[in-house]
């Protein structure tokens, strides 16, 4: 499994991501645009059932650095509590989202 991304500006991965598109239940046609969360998320943008191109963002390793090394780490508090997708709190937020 993977896939790779050969252009010029915009090389990239995905090491077996690919497979969990199969789950999305996407439409097999139209464009639509998938976000995969996780230490390295990817953005995946699918056409006609198609991967038509992605990129990979470390939000949730940026976030570990800033949350444990940075000046931001004072707002988290001593022992910050963990999101989880069933969290009360994260889902209130996806609603409003």
Do not use: Y
Request: charged share 20%; net charge negative; proline share 8%.
């Amino acid at each position: 499994p993977g896939l790779a991304q050969r252009l010029a500006d915009a090389p990239d991965v995905m090491r077996g991501e690919e497979t969990q598109l199969a789950g999305a239940n996407l439409p097999a046609k139209g464009r639509h645009l998938v976000c995969m969360p996780g230490t390295h998320s990817k953005w995946v943008v699918v056409e006609d059932g198609a991967v038509a191109g992605f990129g990979t963002w470390p939000t949730g390793e940026l976030f570990s650095v800033l949350a444990a090394h940075s000046i931001l780490k004072h707002s988290l508090g001593e022992h910050p509590a963990p999101v989880t997708a069933d969290g009360p709190f994260f889902r209130q937020w996806c609603e409003r989202a």
